[in-house]
């Protein structure tokens, strides 16, 4: 009986957190649910049980029915049939099993039917589908987007379609098109307002559409007729029980197979507004893609999470001149920076999906209350960390599912080459993390605001606080060198910058990485400091950090401003 | 005409010997419980989703777990509950200890007599004993029809349901009155995952006697949410003849016990001729492999 929450220590130990004490007052608010819902907790320590619970439901499903239909899915994948999506039969029983588990509307709130979990919870769930199934993942997660609607939604649209997410409905965000995928500000739907029958009309297609099909749809499309940016776009929802989109057809990937990518064409399709008009992009679908950019560092730890399993596995099992091959010191190394990248992936994940949590909790708060200074003060502090390291998160989790997932066909040889392993699947589907959401590239260009601003730096050095033990002092004195060579090449940049105009731009990734590595591997240190387990992979990923930050600087003490026309 | 209101599941908690450890046998050759995870029998999951799903297509339909052993096993109880189940009853006392199927079919004749339901339903067989005995002698002693080796429901009302059952060659749809009793094949849907709900909802689910050692802030929880109180039933709830019951009413004797211990042992190489073969058998007949 396969459970991908139990037969995971490291997972577990992050939903004992502390700030898990503060997510969940916020979250709960005194506990008032617990008179009108029975399944609402009555204090910490019964929502954290619940939680705990909960968790080990999506556990059970993910390792015992998603993981088992994986194969299947990838094989068989998704059809158009009468211009709608057909899922893979693997895919419809994955969909059955969540719904009979009741794990859909899991952050919602219970007026909604919601669970009224943290993100932190959802991610985690996330993370146990993406494990067994990385392209299922993203039909079963864009329930994300349900989020959206319960932060920005009139009263009356959130209790039409919440329920209906609760209940299991699957839902997409229609943003990209031809000629508008990373630039969003270009997409050209056309909205126009039916003043007869009193709802907006849709017009023109959409592609590259996760769950294009999906039953409630996030449409980004132009409300104000002759703009050309975007300022002239807002957020609506299309309701595919309203009918008036067809999916032309399904794009044929490298990878992610179940996960149907459509390209959709809008008939006067009826739809509702979201929020306020013209700030479609501006604000829905940036706090709509962070949440996503979330998801995607969830999916991204349960494909290192498997692509790791499936390499130490083989490994132990495979002999070769007469021992088994993970005993040799090449495949053990492997094997140990595969570790050691996937508990940092984790671990990243979950400290801001904490951060992420404490914000996003306290202006739903203030959306009901005035917020006192302090929690003010609170906000602002989370929010500030959370914007930070969403980028930071997304992107390196994309980038070493990648790795790990390179590694484990490595480890498996040439059958690692074959369709005969889990591996190769893995490989594919790996390929896309670092891309949508916003690629790497894009993530960069989002960090490195908070190099400049100073969020990463502030955090760093409040990790450097913590007190440290004999075993983990060393890594603590590392850490303290490595940030001054973050502080010497952030003003190296700054100052050539000055000279030469795009320096910046030009090592950007790397300043991005170096504040990057020290900040995962401080996060790993706090947990060594506290679990001896941890000391171990914290060693050997504070080693791979080090080399990759001295990588880094080196680059930029060695590159003179005349680099800038070099690399045009 | 009764309407179907009650539909009781038999379920056992069982060691679990699918998954069997070198210390699952104590050195005496009998199981040792403690090495094994105590589960719910598996084909008493098929049983549960069965009559989960007669509750679906019954408007008004309650589905009840109703199982016999110790206090632990009102596991078995809350775990079906987490799955749909609206509640059970454990029958539980020392009055109870071992029963062979004939003592256990007895007291939960018992037990059922009183409970009065619409519909029995129970997995074929539990993996300890492999008997597949109980459910059979169960119908037998309420005078019950009885349809074993069901593998689908086809059709309920409130009068009669139809069944698939899987036969050794094939399968046949069976039409039976109601009351009836159902044995169900693992053949059949495997249950339902827990719901999540559920699981927050009945967490604190206790038996009666796990209540009585309970801290007095879960007493008056659970006495403010009825619900959650699983009923028990002693030896002396259910009328019973006592001679009937436990060792005294199991006619079953053990003989013997053996531990047999599988080992690979040096591969032995026979020629075709009639000395080697005739020393084979009488090698396998020693070890009483043959005859």
Redesign the interface.
Known sequence: MANFFLDNKDLQYHLSHPLMQRIIELKERNFADAAHY????HNVEDAL??YR??LE?VG??SGE?IAANAESVDHEGPRVVNDHVEYASGTVRNIE?LI????SGMTLPRRFDG?NMPVTCFAMANEMVSRGDTGFENIWGLQDCAETINEFATEEIKAKYLPRVSAGETCAMDLTEPDAGSDLGAVMLKATWDEEAGVWRLNGCKRFITNGDGDISLVLARTEEGTKDARGLSMLIYDKRDGGVKVRRIENKLGIKGSPTCELVFNNAPAVLVGDRKMGLIKYVMSLMNAARLGIAAQSTGLCEAAYREALKYAAEREQFGKSIDKFAAVAEMLKNMEAKTLASRAMLYETARFVDIYKQLAHIQQERGLTAEERQEMKFYNRLADGFTPLAKMFSSEFANEVAYDSIQVHGGSGYMKDYACERLFRDARILNIYEGTTQLQVVAAINHVTKGTYLEQIMRYEELAHNEATRAMGEKLVALRELFVKATERVEALDKECVGYKELHSRRLVEIAGYIILSHILLRQANEVEDYVAPAKIFLKYASKKVAEAYTAISESETSDVELYK | MKKVTKIVVMAKQVPDTRNVGKDAMTPEGTVNRAALAAIFNPEDLNALEMALQMKDRMEGAQVYVLTMGPQRAADVIREAMWRGADGGYLLSGKEFAGSDTLATSYALSCALRKIEPDIVVAGRQAIDGDTAQVGPQVAQKLDLPQVTYAEELIDICDTEITIKRRLERGSEVVVSPLPAVITVNASAKEC??????????Y?YALATSELAVATEDRKAFIEE?P?LHIIEFAAADVNPDPEQLGLSGSPTKVKKIENVVFQAKEAKKLTADDKDIESLMQELIASHTLG
């Open positions: 029975d399944y609402a907790p049980d619940s619970r909960v439901i059970e499903v029915v099993a009979e588990a009741g794990l669970l | 339902r995952p827990r719901n999540a709900k559920r699981v927050m909802k967490k949410r619900y």
